[in-house]
């Protein structure tokens, strides 16, 4: 997309649409610039990224936009008709952040970060800019699958996962530390965590319910206390101090 140079005239920004050709029309909105060319639609967002629109039925000819009073885009083709394009509640953060396809088990924000724990390790985006970010756990995490991430009033973050790695621990300072088998958490895979009114760490698994404080195991409940099925999804603490 260019501004034609004269005289009077000079270019003041440059914007690669690729793989959009022959602009037809452009159109700004509330500071999203809409382009339609003969081959499709796309637009360019606030931090001046241009995002191609490929899941959509207008791919050809496509030629004027407007908006109405509700703040829907029309957008009619010569060969394909008239597009409605009606604005979402939502955000989706993997198509601005350009991820693959996956599945998310669970998020955490902390700082300027947002975590995702997905099957096959950890992914980190800055939530404001959607830029990928790497980093010693995101390295200590490589293809390891994570069920859950939860931060605790430290800032420390937990993160449960499956196979050798267990339990892990960011901690504010930076250290990764994990609980596993070799030091008491006696369960293959780490499924769920939250923080109690304690302070302690209470992981759920594979093999019951396991409690961490001070980083050290202090307690496990399975079979020998009454529980039939160890396979444990979730936990959380009443108001009485009950798990």
């Known amino acids: 997309l260019k501004v034609d140079a004269s005289d009077s005239m000079k270019i003041i920004d440059h914007y690669s649409v690729d793989p959009q050709k022959n602009i037809s029309a452009i159109f700004k909105i509330n500071d999203i610039l809409w382009v339609s060319s003969t081959n499709g639609i796309g637009y360019i967002d606030e931090s001046k990224k241009y995002h191609l ?20 885009m029309w957008f009619t083709s010569t060969r394909q008709g008239v597009l409605k394009l009606v604005p979402d509640r939502f955000t989706d953060i993997s198509q601005l952040a350009g991820l693959e396809s996956m599945v998310v088990n669970s998020t955490c924000v902390k700082d300027d970060d947002l ?20 980093n010693d756990i995101t390295e200590y995490l490589t293809d390891v699958r994570i069920r859950c991430i939860k931060k605790d009033k430290d800032d420390n973050l937990w993160f449960c996962t499956h196979g050798e790695t267990g339990l892990v ?24 965590c939250i923080q109690c009114a304690d302070g302690s760490i209470a992981v759920t698994t594979g093999n019951g319910l396991f409690i961490i404080k001070n980083d050290k195991v202090t307690a496990h409940y399975g079979h020998d206390d009454g529980i039939n ?14 798990l």
């Not at 975590?115 to 992914?123: H, I, N, Q, R």
């Not at 250290?175 to 780490?190: T, V």
């Open 169 to 192: 621990c960011l901690k504010a300072n930076g250290d990764i530390i994990n609980f596993n088998q070799k030091n008491g958490l006696d369960a293959e895979k780490a499924r769920s």
């Open 115 to 134: 975590y995702l724990a997905t099957d096959s390790g950890l992914v980190v985006i800055n939530k404001d800019t959607y830029e990928p970010v790497t």
């Open 53 to 72: 629109m490929d899941d959509l039925p207008l791919t050809n000819s496509v030629g004027n936009i407007m908006s109405d009073h509700e703040g829907n």
């Open 229 to 242: 099925n160890t396979e444990i999804l979730t936990v959380e603490e009443g108001p009485d101090g009950k």
